[in-house]
Nanobody, 122 residues
Framework: QLQAYGGGLVQAGDSLRLSCAAS????????MSWFRQAPGKEREFVAR???????DYAKSVKGRFTISRDNAKKMVNLQLASLKPEDTAIYYC??????????????????WGQGTLVTVSS
């Protein structure tokens, strides 16, 4: 249902844009988010956006990453800027219906994309 793409190998300080297409979801009904998982670490929340465009970010990416969505195209994007080596991870898009203001954890996600790898070299 969710297809993520856009990852790649970049240098520290570079920018990258990730996108996620939703095929069978009734897109407007879902809050969309991005998680990431670095090697040997747990999957962690990165950013979330409501159907109305409210945004929420992890402290580690706030001010550097921007989430957006296009309800008509059923797309959610994540613009990554000022990338750091510690941003290296597999990035997953996700859909949920948890109330806004909920601290989103992986167990609250209803649908996951397949992941796209972002590698930031120093």
């Amino acid at each position: 249902q969710l297809q993520a793409y856009g990852g790649g190998l970049v240098q520290a300080g570079d920018s990258l844009r990730l996108s996620c297409a939703a095929s069978t979801l009734t897109f407007r009904n879902y809050r969309m988010s991005w998680f990431r998982q670095a090697p040997g670490k747990e999957r962690e929340f990165v950013a979330r956006i409501s159907s109305g465009g409210h945004e929420d970010y992890a402290k580690s990416v706030k001010g550097r990453f921007t989430i957006s969505r296009d309800n008509a195209k059923k797309m959610v994007n994540l613009q990554l800027a000022s990338l750091k080596p510690e941003d290296t991870a597999i990035y997953y898009c996700a859909a949920d219906i948890a109330p806004w203001g909920t601290a989103l954890t992986p167990d609250l996600v209803i649908s996951w994309g397949q992941g796209t790898l972002v590698t930031v070299s120093s």
